[in-house]
C-alpha cells in the first residue's frame, strides 16, 4: 500500500540549531516527493519537490532535502532554525501514473525554542 | 503567482444546515482538491476533480458531495451538517499534465464548526 511515514510528531529545537525532520515513503513506482510547511490557522505551503536529477533539492527559506531511494527516505534539513520556522510540516509523495493525487503523512510539528 | 480562495476562514453552522464551501483558483489548472484535517490525522482526501463536471471520491467522501460547473471553481457540499464534520477543509489545485508540475496549490482553509 502507498504511504507516508512522518515518525516524529513533535519535535522542538533550539534557534540556530540544526534540523531534520524525518519522512518515508512505500510507492510502487517511481515517486514525485513534495514538502510542505503550515503556520498556525494557514493553508500549505510548498518548500521544495523532488522529481528527477540531483537527489538533492534546495527550497525556500533555506531548506533542502535529500531523496534516498535505498532507503525510501526524503528528509528535510535545515542547518539553522529561526524561530519563524515554528510550523507543521508535511512530508507528500505523488506518481508519474497517478492524475494528481498526492498521499500526505500525518506531520511534524515544530517548535524553536529561543 | 498561483491564488486558491476559499470562500470564508470561519464558519459555524447548525446541526443538519446544508453547508457549501466553495473554492476558486486563477492559475486554468485542471485539478482541484478537497481535504480535511484534523489534529493527529494529517490530510484526509474528500474528493478531488480533475476536469468540469468530473469527480473522483476520495479516502472520506460520506457525508460530502462535490460540484464543478467552470473549471476554476470547486464547492463542496455538506447536505446536511452533523457534529462530527466540525474539522479545517483546506481546497487545493494543480495541473494535470506534465508531472513534473503536479505540485498542489492549498487555499487559506475554512475551519468550520458545527453545533
Known amino acids: 500500500a502507498q504511504s507516508v511515514t512522518q515518525p516524529d510528531i513533535h519535535i522542538t529545537v533550539s534557534e540556530g540549531a540544526s534540523l531534520e525532520l524525518r519522512c518515508n515513503y512505500s510507492y510502487g513506482a517511481t515517486p514525485y516527493l513534495f514538502w510542505y510547511v503550515q503556520s498556525p490557522g494557514q493553508g500549505l505551503q510548498l518548500l521544495l519537490k523532488y522529481f528527477s536529477g540531483d537527489t538533492l533539492v534546495q527550497g525556500i527559506k533555506g531548506f533542502e532535502a535529500e531523496f534516498k531511494r535505498s532507503q525510501s527516505s526524503f528528509n528535510l534539513r535545515k542547518p539553522s532554525v529561526h524561530w519563524s520556522d515554528a510550523a507543521e510540516y508535511f512530508c507528500?509523495?505523488?506518481?508519474?501514473?497517478?492524475?494528481?493525487?498526492?498521499?500526505f503523512g500525518k506531520g511534524t510539528k515544530l517548535s524553536v525554542k529561543p | 503567482d498561483v491564488k486558491v480562495t476559499q470562500s470564508s476562514r470561519y464558519l459555524v453552522k447548525r446541526t443538519g444546515e446544508k453547508v457549501f464551501l466553495e473554492c476558486v483558483q486563477d492559475m486554468d489548472h485542471e485539478n482541484m482538491f478537497w481535504y480535511r484535517q484534523d489534529p493527529g490525522l494529517g490530510l484526509r482526501l474528500i474528493y478531488f476533480?480533475?476536469?468540469?463536471?468530473?469527480?473522483e471520491k476520495g479516502d472520506i467522501p460520506e457525508g460530502y458531495s462535490v460540484s464543478r460547473e467552470k473549471k476554476e471553481r470547486f464547492s463542496l457540499i455538506l447536505e446536511s451538517a452533523s457534529t462530527n464534520q466540525t474539522s479545517m477543509y483546506l481546497c487545493a489545485s494543480s495541473f494535470l499534465g506534465l508531472a513534473s508540475r503536479r505540485e498542489q496549490y492549498f487555499g487559506p482553509g475554512t475551519r468550520l464548526t458545527v453545533t
Open positions: 507528500a509523495v505523488g506518481g508519474k501514473g497517478s492524475q494528481g493525487n498526492l498521499i
Open positions: 476533480s480533475y476536469d468540469v463536471k468530473m469527480k
